[in-house]
């Protein structure tokens, strides 16, 4: 049997970012450079410069991006700009897409579990299937 265990996860605070729809971004693998650009300008908060921060011209290697990205995770939190929840929780969520003439809805949940060497446990990768319906429905 898996084991799932809730955990304390951290949110924007409102109060200091507004509008949600200002920080939050898609899955990385769906942004190119010009999006990307785009997110960078939309708030200074936008979560892209933790999912998918950019190279700048004077990084020396090509690493430094993900430091200059934990570094915004830090700072974020010393400043009050992500909150820890007071309580562990299990965070459900639904996200909708449409493409093709279709509607694809994944839902789910964010829990906390061990981690099993590949192969061995009982928790196995994501159909990439999601349940589709017309988007005329």
């Not at 951290?10 to 785009?38: A, E, H, M, N």
């Not at 997110?39 to 011209?57: A, D, G, S, V």
């Not at 897409?97 to 990768?125: D, H, L, P, Q, W």
Request: glycine letters at 6%; aromatic letters at 12%.
């Amino acid at each position: 049997m898996v084991e799932v265990s809730p955990f304390r996860g951290w949110r924007y605070d409102v109060s200091q970012v507004g509008d949600l729809s200002d920080v939050i971004t898609p899955p990385y693998d769906v942004i190119d450079d010009k999006f990307q650009d785009q997110l960078y300008k939309q708030h200074p908060c936008n979560f892209i410069r933790l999912e998918l921060n950019r190279t700048e011209p004077s990084d020396a290697d090509a690493n430094v991006k993900y430091a200059r990205a934990a570094d915004f995770l830090k700072h974020w939190k010393l400043d009050g700009v992500l909150l820890q929840e007071p309580e562990d929780a299990i965070y459900v969520y639904s996200q909708e897409s449409s493409g093709k003439a279709r509607t694809y809805i994944r839902s789910g949940f964010s829990r906390s579990r061990s981690i099993e060497e590949f192969g061995t446990g009982n928790v196995f990768a994501m159909s990439r299937h999601c349940r589709a319906r017309s988007s005329i429905d």
